[in-house]
């Protein structure tokens, strides 16, 4: 009976006792993430859902890869960590030849080909005309895709399996969150992947294990500060922005940006952020000499200095990125546990949730794991508030520019622009990126549109001769304002034609449907192709004064700079704009050059003036397009390559007259085309 008793009581003890670890388990899985606010939260890393659906964000110059380069080294690495993985490479097409868009096709479809359908390649965002890329467009674009867990990182850095666990303990937080780790350099990688892309191996074939490259980078950690440049951000709920406000249109891997974004998050207080550094074992190579080579899509930072400052300059202009240092809660894991700490509490005491017991050797384990692992974490240098920003100088000027943006027909398009037109300048930039133009020039009229242009990774000059104290509001045709702007252009345009270029004006009021550069072109050397501003459906389009000095495509050979070193010595001694200048010069007063209903030639120069068919170039005020229900419709139906905002007077109804009859591309709240 002793014994019965004694077995009985054993029985009751072990079944109170598995009823206890059961009650503790549920208790811990109903966890509120709201407890992350606490020194601590202590978890089990059991995943009981199915693996989360990642896909992996950067951008990356396709066509510049070679077979030993350091991001296929980090892309292989990223893919073979799961079947659960995908892979957005953001990426520009070349468009200024043929044969280089032929060419990066070709290369684009080879190099996806090599990884199957898990990497896409998105030429959908904007780039700088440098090739660099947007961060806020990358994060507009995001948005679009169908993921559980969206990540943004260096093309060139190198993940371990840790980061899979990592994510899928954080995916079933319950809560938005935003994790951020750095990324550790190390000198040399002596490994490589074997035939099957799944496991690393030294030079004699020894296949090495995870723990090894994970102790390797613990060490490498150790001696070197993690670096937030080569941070990796990954986040759930990815429709849904990672903070209140809005995103600069910071230049992409160019500085301030991770720091900014981390800080409106913490200010948000919409997502969890959270350091996970230590359990994300992630690295790159920093020693050029190492056998892969580095895959930059850009030259190398020391000449790109400016796009560093401005970013700066966007980072104290936007938000509240000033002397607020955050210290960012750790996620850990210890005794095969994750756990999270504040690092706020000087404390390293580990905060069980009630219903959890642990052993004192667990508890010690823990402890001592806190303490060796409170060393890798984080490291951002915020932009203090009476911190001085360096002036932000472009190293670019009119001469340098010409070379960078003109296509394979040493053709530019060219723009001149006011701080009023602003907005409307970026619209026509966005058409001209949506209609893979890239070959454009901007000429700024102050220095306020200079900064701007210079942001938005325009390629712009600034004219030091432009008129002063141009009008915000009152600078419309007729106004002594546009008389003085006016001339500026065609100044600039002679320049421009002198170094040996061609050039085609257009206003930043003039829409494009289609490029008109092949049509252009087709007409041959000494001919100056200009628009026609006559409104009278049956009048000949040649008229008095009939030439729109708003657009024109003029060849850089010697009757054409002759007849525009004319047009520009007449224009400088009138009381008129330019726009008069250039028909009494080019067709004679009263049309005394006029060669049938189209055309007039100059008589000194021998040059021909071509006026455009209406019907593909139509003005503002040439057959009511612009009253049109449907402008758009009406003019693809007409196959317009242009239209023109004119014949209408003041900045304010040129902006509501094309914003409303849906010709704009601009979206001028978020920076960012649309």
Request: glycine residues 4%.
């Amino acid at each position: 009976m002793k014994l019965k008793g004694l077995r009985a009581g054993l029985l009751s003890i072990w079944l109170s006792g598995f009823l206890l670890i059961a009650l503790s388990f549920y208790g811990t899985q109903l966890l509120s993430p709201t407890s992350l606010n606490d020194p601590f939260r202590y978890s089990g890393d059991s995943i009981a859902t199915a693996a989360p659906r990642i896909t992996i964000f950067t951008s990356l110059n396709v066509s510049s890869l070679e077979e030993n380069s350091q991001a296929l080294l980090a892309l292989r690495s990223w893919l073979a960590l799961s079947s659960q993985i995908t892979v957005v490479l953001f990426t520009q097409h070349n468009n200024n030849n043929n044969n280089n868009n032929n060419n990066h096709s070709s290369d684009s479809s080879s190099f996806t080909d090599k990884f199957g359908s898990r990497l896409l390649l998105d030429s959908t965002i904007d780039f700088t005309f440098l090739g660099t890329p947007f961060l806020h467009s990358m994060m507009s674009r995001i948005e679009a895709y169908q993921s559980d867990i969206a990540v943004l990182m260096d093309p060139e850095t190198v993940l371990l399996p840790d980061f899979i666990s990592a994510l899928s303990y954080a995916h079933e937080l319950g809560r938005d969150w935003l994790l951020v780790s750095s990324s550790v350099e190390i000198p040399r990688f002596p490994f490589h992947w074997d035939e099957t892309r799944h496991f690393w191996r030294q030079d004699n074939g020894k296949r090495v294990r995870f723990r090894e490259l994970q102790k390797m980078i613990s060490l490498r950690s150790l001696q070197s500060n993690s670096s937030a440049s080569k941070m990796i951000m990954a986040w759930n709920n990815i429709d849904m922005p990672l903070h209140c406000g809005v995103l600069p249109p910071f230049l992409y891997q160019r500085g301030t940006h991770n720091q900014w974004i981390i800080n409106e998050a913490m200010s948000c207080k919409r997502r969890f952020v959270f350091d996970a550094t230590s359990t994300i074992s992630s690295f790159f190579l920093g020693n050029a000499e190492n056998i892969y080579n580095r895959s930059d899509n850009v030259s190398e930072p020391k000449t790109r200095n400016w796009e560093y400052v401005g970013n700066s300059h966007l980072g104290q202009l936007y938000g509240s990125l000033y002397s607020r240092s955050y210290t960012l809660p750790k996620l850990l894991k210890c005794n095969r546990r994750y756990i999270f700490v504040s690092a706020s509490e000087r404390s390293t005491d580990l905060s069980i949730p009630k219903g959890k017991s642990l052993g004192f050797r667990t508890r010690e384990k823990i402890s001592a794991c806190i303490t060796r692992t409170k060393s890798r974490s984080l490291k951002l240098d915020f932009v203090q508030k009476d911190e001085t920003v360096p002036p932000l100088k472009f190293p670019f000027d009119l001469e340098s520019l010409l070379p960078l943006v003109a296509d394979k027909n040493r053709t530019v398009v060219l723009s001149v622009a006011g701080y009023s037109y602003k907005d409307m300048l970026m619209s026509w930039v966005c058409r001209l990126r949506r209609l893979k133009v890239p070959n454009f020039l901007v000429c700024a009229l102050d220095d306020e549109t200079y900064q701007f242009s210079i942001l938005q990774g325009l390629p712009v000059f600034f004219d030091p001769y432009a008129p002063k104290n141009i009008s915000f509001n009152d600078c419309h045709f007729g106004s002594k304002c546009f008389q003085r702007v006016t001339k500026v252009k065609s100044r600039t345009v002679l320049k421009i034609l002198k170094l040996g270029y061609n050039v085609l004006l257009s206003d930043v009021d003039v829409y494009w449907f289609r490029n008109p550069l092949p049509l252009l072109q087709s007409f041959g050397p000494s001919v100056l192709a200009a628009q026609s501003d006559e409104y009278n459906t049956t009048a000949p389009i040649n008229r008095p004064r009939r030439l729109n000095s708003g657009f024109y495509f003029a060849r850089s050979d010697s009757p054409t700079i002759a007849a525009m070193e004319k047009v520009v010595k007449h224009a400088a001694t009138s009381g008129l704009s330019e726009q008069p200048s250039f028909y009494d010069t080019l067709c004679g007063e009263g049309g005394a050059y006029r060669l049938g209903d189209d055309r007039c030639v100059e008589p000194e120069t021998n040059l021909t003036v071509q006026f455009l068919d209406r019907e593909l170039f139509p003005n503002g005020a040439y057959g009511d397009l612009w009253l049109k229900e449907d402008v758009r419709a009406e003019c693809e139906k007409k196959h317009c390559f242009v239209l023109h905002n004119n014949w209408i007077s003041g900045r304010l109804k040129k902006l509501e007259r094309q914003m409303m009859k849906g010709l704009w591309e601009y979206d001028a709240s978020m920076r960012m085309c649309v």
